[in-house]
């Protein structure tokens, strides 16, 4: 059974710097397997839509949101089962809810989904 | 701004059929699957359709999808009170970046 859990801070001051820890367990991101697996980012503003951020494969290969790729960083630590999204400079616009989810792809890149998804971590921004 | 365009609401009262569209381009829906998740108030999303019709396991067959050129919709029959929730559609970009992720803005599908 996959899970997925996110972890870190409730608050956060502006310009400071975001670090949220996916813990996840029930798959493995090293690169001995050969299925195209990958743990993504995703945030919910409060009231408003779903926003990709980021998304790191088993093999390494990173995928960052256009608009948000200066200030993204995601990493894997596969020994420990965790995934690492960095967001530098953050501002109150920037208040969410933050998901990360596993991807397991198809037959490409980009033909599978976010099929198991974590319960989200509230990150308020704010002096 | 989202990269796939769905309406913001739509409704619907119990046991009617209600559909759900979901617009991109050549670049995402025109060349990618298409997935579907339903967000319950107060809830994760959950996967509700992947590779533009397929349901995973547990998913009632009430729920179906089809995606034709750079559109999607997504079709809920015999409308329950509990499928009040937020719909988004997903799909990958080619366009930009070697391939990047793409929300819809959501829908909020209400029951009457």
């Known amino acids: 059974q996959i899970t997925l859990k996110e972890s870190g801070p409730t608050l956060v001051k502006p310009t400071q710097t975001l670090t949220l820890t996916c813990t996840f367990s029930?798959?493995?991101?090293?690169?001995?397997?050969?299925?195209?697996?990958?743990v993504g980012w995703i945030r919910q503003p409060p009231g408003k839509a779903l926003e990709w951020l980021a998304l790191?494969?088993?093999?390494?290969?990173?995928r960052y949101s256009p608009s948000l790729k200066s200030r993204l960083t995601i990493t894997k630590d596969t020994s420990k089962k965790q995934v690492v999204l960095t967001m530098a400079d953050m501002d109150p616009v920037d208040t969410a809810t933050y998901y990360c989810?596993?991807?397991?792809?198809?037959?490409?890149?980009?033909?599978?989904?976010?099929?198991?998804w974590g319960q989200g971590t509230m990150v308020t921004v704010a002096s | 701004q989202s990269v796939l365009t769905q309406p913001p609401s739509a409704s619907g009262t119990p046991g009617q059929m209600v559909t759900i569209s979901c617009s991109g381009s050549?670049?995402?829906?025109?060349?990618?699957?298409v997935n579907w998740y339903q967000q319950l108030p107060g809830t994760a999303p959950k996967l509700l359709i992947y590779s533009n019709s397929q349901r995973p396991s547990g998913v009632p067959d009430r729920f179906s999808a089809s995606k034709s050129g750079t559109s999607a919709s997504l079709a809920i029959s015999g409308l329950q009170s509990e499928d009040e929730a937020d719909y988004y559609c997903?799909?990958?970009?080619?366009?930009?970046?070697?391939?990047?992720f793409g929300f819809g803005g959501g829908t909020k599908l209400t029951v009457l």
């Open positions: 050549r670049s995402n829906i025109g060349s990618a699957t």
């Open positions: 790191i494969y088993r093999n390494d290969d990173k």
């Open positions: 989810a596993h991807r397991r792809e198809g037959y490409s890149y980009g033909s599978g989904a976010f099929d198991i």
């Open positions: 029930g798959f493995s991101l090293s690169t001995d397997v050969v299925d195209i697996v990958g």
């Open positions: 997903e799909a990958w970009d080619e366009s930009l970046h070697g391939g990047v």
